[in-house]
């Protein structure tokens, strides 16, 4: 098994252009998420979703959009970047927890995006 | 509004020491709580995770301490080797309401 794969692994990007960032898993996870990781900030969720289909806000969504039109993939769109949006991110995905009874979030490796 | 705080940002420990990393929660409806390890240029990936009804929870060279009343929980790694070189990010949410919410991260470099 692949886990959980991210595409592309380094992208730089000039102010205003757009772009699409692909997860994709292959362990029949219900729900996926995007990240960004900047220095000293930690990990900051974007979106997530619970199931194909469905999408919901994190604590920064402003400046990204997302689509799950099929359970193994997450797309994150930047549809004007800006220099802000400079970071690392990373996809995640997960069981339902509540059927689990954990939280275990499997993490791909993420995505360098710069923009100038 | 930060709701969960970690520390020390980063921590250099002896081999053979003890690292400790400190937590802090504000939600008292948080009741799932990870550790997650992170090598440099890797995905984080679960390390360890406690539930609030035991106060304490071992696996191998790692042990979190939990403190319901004070809102705290931390990761204590006994014998700390050099490969434990990592960023460790402590994690909370309500398990199957809430996504996690992460700290900080404690950057962790144990010397030789």
């Known amino acids: 098994n692949a886990g959980v794969t991210q595409t592309p692994k380094f992208r730089v990007l000039k102010t205003g252009q757009s772009m699409t960032l692909l997860c994709a898993q292959d362990?029949?996870?219900?729900?996926m998420y995007w990240y960004r990781q900047d220095p000293g900030m930690g990990l900051r969720l974007i979106h997530y979703?619970?199931?194909?289909?469905?999408?919901a806000k994190g604590e920064v969504p402003d400046g990204y959009n997302v689509s799950r039109l099929k359970k193994q993939n997450f797309l994150l769109g930047l549809e004007s970047a800006a220099p802000s949006q400079t970071s690392v991110y990373f996809c995640a995905s997960s069981y339902d927890p509540k059927r689990g009874g954990n939280d275990e979030q499997f993490f791909g490796p993420g995505t360098r995006l710069t923009v100038l | 509004q930060q709701q969960v705080k970690q520390s020390p940002q980063s921590l250099i420990v002896q081999k053979g020491g003890i690292s400790i990393i400190n937590c802090a929660y504000e939600?008292?409806?948080?009741?799932?709580f990870p550790w997650y390890q992170q090598f440099p240029g890797k995905g984080p990936a679960l390390l360890i995770a406690i539930r609030p009804d035991v106060s304490e929870k071992k696996e191998g060279r790692f042990t979190i301490s939990f403190n319901k009343s004070a809102k705290q929980f931390s990761l204590h790694i006994m014998d700390s080797q050099p490969g434990d070189s990592a960023t460790y990010f402590c994690?909370?949410?309500?398990?199957?309401?809430?996504?996690?919410?992460f700290g900080k991260g404690t950057r962790l470099s144990v010397i030789a």
């Open positions: 979703s619970v199931g194909e289909g469905t999408t």
């Open positions: 994690a909370a949410s309500i398990l199957g309401n809430t996504p996690l919410v």
């Open positions: 362990m029949n996870h219900e729900y």
């Open positions: 939600n008292t409806a948080f009741d799932y």
